[in-house]
T-cell receptor, first 112, second 114 residues
């Protein structure tokens, strides 16, 4: 059972466009992380959100944690080719340490 | 994530051999997690360890796989009698004692069983 569903699975856009990636679950998480992974490399942590309704910004990236802490979104403004990569959301549950359940992933390609 | 060191980066083993994957966590981190990423699949949790203790091994296959995190030295993920289906990228992550769920990943070990 995949507890975290991401959409879309694949996204190919032109430089300068905006995009939103969604991460949905029927389960509640104590925190949620977003990672980006490039081919042949490990996931790199982008952000951690812990409070329902929380919004965090990282340059052109905006992350939101749902009020009920079951879902999250990642919005990229004016995408650039350097944003290309696999975006992964991952949730941690209370009492589980930092054991993470990963989403299905969104493969983003930004073309010139 | 450069702080989490995994070696080797690439490992080739013949069927039936043993594979040993090593992970040194970031300085100050006492929690280590192993994940496996099969081709065309997502990252799946395998095991969670603290120094000298296995906390959660619910994601570990019942046979041939074992993990340890000794008092001194790196964490080791050991796969005995490897089979082709074990071919995957194995990632180690570490987190500090008082974390908020974030974990920092190493660059992974890519195991190929031939």
């Amino acid at each position: 059972t995949q507890l975290l569903e991401q959409s879309p699975q694949f996204l190919s856009i032109q430089e300068g466009e905006n995009l939103t990636v969604y991460c949905n679950s029927s389960s509640v998480f104590s925190s949620l992380q977003w990672y980006r992974q490039e081919p042949g490399e490990g996931p790199v942590l982008l952000v951690t959100v812990v409070t329902g309704g929380e919004v965090k910004k990282l340059k052109r990236l905006t992350f939101q944690f749902g009020d009920a802490r079951k879902d999250s979104s990642l919005h990229i403004t004016a995408a650039q080719p350097g944003d290309t990569g696999l975006y992964l959301c991952a949730g941690a549950r209370t009492g589980g340490g930092n054991k993470l359940t990963f989403g299905t992933g969104t493969q983003l390609k930004v073309e010139l | 994530n450069a702080g989490v060191m995994q070696n080797p980066r690439h490992l080739v083993r013949r069927r039936g051999q043993e594979a040993r994957l090593r992970c040194s966590p970031m300085k100050g981190h006492s929690h280590v997690y192993w994940y496996r990423q099969l081709p065309e699949e997502g990252l799946k949790f395998m095991v969670y360890l603290q120094k000298e203790n296995i906390i959660d091994e619910s994601g570990m296959p019942k046979e041939r796989f074992s993990a340890e995190f000794p008092k001194e030295g790196p964490s080791i993920l050991r796969i005995q009698q490897v089979v082709r289906g074990d071919s995957a990228a194995y990632f180690c992550a570490s987190s500090p004692l008082q974390g908020q769920g974030e974990a920092f990943f190493g660059q992974g070990t890519r195991l190929t069983v031939v």
